[in-house]
Structures are given as C-alpha cells and as structure tokens.
C-alpha cells in the first residue's frame, strides 16, 4: 500500500429531480445539516483536505455553504450522467498525483468512516472497486451482474436491466462508492456511451468496460447496511433522518446524557452534550451548541449554535439561536434570544422578552415583555416589563448601556444611543433620549391632570 495515494471525488452536480426542489439535492438537510456535510464528516478523517466536488445545479448555492472547500469544486455545466461527470473532474484528479480515486455520489450521507475504510483496504488489489449492498427493497439501485463464477460482469441500471440478457436478479446493488486506479480507468473513459434508457453517461458503465479489457474488477459486499442508501426522494430523506436522529440521541443517553421522552428530541450531529445534562423532549437542537453538565433544557425548545453553561434552566418554548447562556441562569418561557445574546452568571430572562446583540450581566434580570437589542445591561441592573432598547432609526443601530445595579422602570423607552449611569433609576413610562448620570433619576413622560369626572345626569 505503501505507493497508494488516494483522492475522493464526489458527485453532487445532480438536480435530485425526485426531490421535487429548486434546492440542490445535497443541500436538502438531515437534522439542519445538508446532506453534503455528512459526505465531507466521513471522508475528512481518511482523506483531509483531498476532497474534490463535482457540482453545477445550484452550484452557487453549494460553494457558498461550503467555502472552505473552495478550490476543489469542479463545475459539470450539463448534466448528462454519473460518467459525465467523472469525465469532467478527470484532469483535477490527475492533476492532484493520485494513484486512485474515491468516487462517491453525494446523496449517501449515512455513509460511514469504516465503510469507506473498507473500501480503501482494497486499493492495490483491482483496477476499478465498488461497494455493493443487498437492501430488502432493491428499488432503483443499479443491479450487480455476476457470471456463473460468482465473477461481476456489469452493473445494470434498474431501467436497463432485461432478465433475458443478465438474467435473474441476485438483490445485490451498487451503493455508488467506487475505488479506481486513475492509471487503468484513463483509457476506459472515453468510451462511455449514452445508449440507455436515460440517455446519459454512466459511471457503473465502466464495470462492463473493465471487465471486457481483463482489468480487476471487485465488489466490496455490505451486506443490507442502511448506511449505503442513496437518498432520492423526500421518502428517502425522512427514512434517513429518523434513523440518524434515534442513533444520535441513543448516543448521547449511553454517554450519560438524560434525555426524558427521548423519540421528540432532535439533536444535530455537531451539537455537543455533556454527561449529566438533562433535556427534556420536545426539544431541537442544531449547529454547533453545547449543552455543559448541570445544564437542564426544558420542552419545546428550539436551539441552534448556541451554549449553555452548568445550571442554566432553560424553561419551555424559547426560540435560541447564536447565544451564549451562562451558569445558573433562567430563561423562559417564552423567551427569543438572537445572535449575539449573552447571559452571564445568574442573569434571568423572562416571557416575552426578546435579546439581541446584547449582555445581561451577572445577576442582571429582565423578566417580562422586553426587547433589548444592542445593549450592555450591568450587573444586577433590573429591567421592568415592556422595557424598549430603541437601536434602529432607520438606517443605523446604536447601543444602550445600562450601569450596574440600575432599575429601568417598566414600559420605558431607551433612544439610542443612549446611557444610563450605574445605580441610576428611570421612571416607569419614560421616553429616556439623554443620559442618565451615575445615581441619578430620570423622570420623562406626559404630566398627569386629575380633574373631577363627568357623569351623565340620571333622569
Ligand atoms: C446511481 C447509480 C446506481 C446506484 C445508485 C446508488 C449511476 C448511473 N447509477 O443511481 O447504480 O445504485 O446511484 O445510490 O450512476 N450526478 C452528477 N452529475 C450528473 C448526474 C448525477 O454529479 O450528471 C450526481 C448526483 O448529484 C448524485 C450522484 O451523482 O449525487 C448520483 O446520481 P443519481 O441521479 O442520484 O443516481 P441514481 O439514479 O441514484
Ligand atoms: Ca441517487
């Protein structure tokens, strides 16, 4: 193995027609990551940064939610078939120097690391691999034909396939991951032809090619491995998604996470949990977050890319996105925290409010009906209900900064930019525009009249 130098390339040029979407088939999520990212977390650990992508439908879309792959996109501007786009990416894999490539289609994102292992083993020992697999229903996989000594002759596509030429079926298909030698396959693949039912060029075409020119062909058997089931169809994508989803909350209970009614929790395969969290379903959660020990995640939440730290509680509906939520702090019910939404020690975050941009510092409160956006709230400053951080004027955003120890009285409105000393007080219903002091009290709102009430005279 020692002169094996391997490549992968993946097919993701495809429109997914089946998929009834103006979206890129791999950028259909599973769990809110696109397909695509599955394909990469697998051939990451054994190929780095040697990953050539084939794209062109929706290939725009694509590069911008990979731009670290950048560089190593090949554009396939027509899609005529699997070949096609092989054809198309050969001069980047010759030009990466490899002895083989790892062909793979970017629609199987269960595919695993060991899976793909396997397959590499066989570098050095044929001219052209693939993986086979032999599902309960066979579907639309292209069919594995064998000769009479168990010998692979072909794979024919479900279309194409005529019992009276391959005869009967064996139930072993092709998964779509290949293993070629660059060297051998060279010759083979300007003689990919169209004439099939699709009209269109097909990598599997280059098994019946290989074998006609006495090159080694192998197929690598997966038994009925779910892993290597190609995703066509919405059909296919949920049966994926509700597999992945039970073998990663399933992960984290063995880990030592307790996760109570644990069939409505989702979490995302980048979320990290830590043993002695405590999630209660219905729960979602996506991206890179982080549930820290002691953290405890009631109902119906929806969290992506945030953290939480040790005795946070985390009470039912919150709607969490891109914050930071620090030790012993409360959030919820009923709370919306926005990019940039910072909880340090033992800050409280009630019903209604909502944050963005914007700290609440230690053992800071805003309880109820609050919006803060681009604030600095001190530490142990309260803000009453119906409390307005005004940031926006219609063009640009400003700060409010809010003094340590300060009480913001309830339905006030703070204009940006604006400051409000430490230990300062505003009176409930204030429209405050200028700056408080340190200690002061600012007072800013229409004058009450009481005058004797009028009656209607009684008959
Ligand atoms: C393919 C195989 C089939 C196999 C199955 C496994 C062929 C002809 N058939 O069928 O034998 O059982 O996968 O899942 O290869 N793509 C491009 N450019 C194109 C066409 C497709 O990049 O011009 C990409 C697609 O984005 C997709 C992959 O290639 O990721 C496979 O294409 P798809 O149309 O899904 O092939 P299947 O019909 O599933
Ligand atoms: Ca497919």
Redesign the pocket.
Known sequence: MSNISITALV????K?TRMHSTKP??LQTILNEPMLYYVYAALKPIFNENILT?I??GAEMVETAFPKMTGLFIE?TE???????LQVSWDAVKKSGATHCLVI????PLVTVEALDRLVKVAGCCDLAFMTITPKDPG???RVVRDEDRKITA?V?AKDYDMNIHGSVTGE????VYLLNVLTMESLLSDLKNENANG?Y???DLVALAVERGLTVDGVQCGDDLSL??I?SPRELIAAETALQHQIVDSHIDEGVLIHNPQTVIIGPKVTIEPGAEIFGHCEIYGESTVTAGARMGSYNYITDSTFAAGCDIRQFCHIEGAEVGPNTWVGPYARLRPGARLEDGARVGNFVEMKKSVLGKGAKASHLTYLGDAEVGAGANIGAGTITCNYDGKNKFTTVIGEGAFIGSNTALVAPVTVGKNALVGAGSTITKNVPNEGAAIARGKQVTIKRRLKKSD
């Not at 097919?11 to 495809?14: E, K, M, N």
């Not at 289609?105 to 199987?108: A, C, E, H, L, Y």
């Not at 298909?173 to 779509?176: D, E, I, S, T």
């Open positions: 097919l993701a040029a495809g997914g088939k791999v084939v062109g439908h396939q899609q005529l078939g699997t070949g096609h786009a289609n970017g629609d199987t639309e996989f292209g794979i596509e298909v092709n998964a779509g269109e097909y990598i599997t089931m190609g066509n």
